[in-house]
């Protein structure tokens, strides 16, 4: 693989990464807050439809937190193998994708 090739590819993995790495926050701040909101109309003695409907949400909610889950591990296993690859190639040493790269990888895999 060429070096544009592989700086092309070091973008879009980094991309990938990051993006489905903020979408599995989200998904994991919507379990608590639907969570919160669940307790909430338990506690104030709701509707069974309104705590069925929440509790729904809830179980939604949690499906999307293992489904991007699984996708942020194969997106920063992606990225590994493309850092590895760039690594290799001494035209990189200093290059910017390559560190930009690194840093998600950093942010994401942690």
């Known amino acids: 693989m060429d070096a544009a090739a592989t700086r092309r590819k070091l973008k879009i993995q980094a991309g990938v990464a990051k993006r489905v790495f903020k979408e599995h926050e ?9 969570k919160i ?13 309104g705590v069925r409907n929440a509790a729904k949400l809830v179980e939604e909610s949690k499906k999307m937190v293992v489904n991007t ?9 992606d ?7 760039a690594k290799k190639d001494p035209a990189f040493a200093e290059d910017e994708e390559l ?4 840093e998600v990888f950093e942010t994401v895999s942690a």
Do not use: F, P, T
Not at 37 to 49: F, I, N, S, T, Y
Not at 79 to 85: E, F, G, H, M, Q
């Open 79 to 85: 990225l590994r193998d493309v850092i590895v690859l």
């Open 26 to 34: 989200v998904y994991e701040n919507e379990v608590v807050e639907n």
């Open 99 to 102: 560190m930009k790269a690194e």
């Open 37 to 49: 909101k669940l307790d909430k109309l338990r506690a104030e003695g709701e509707e069974d439809w």
């Open 69 to 77: 889950d699984q996708r942020l591990r194969k997106a920063v296993e």
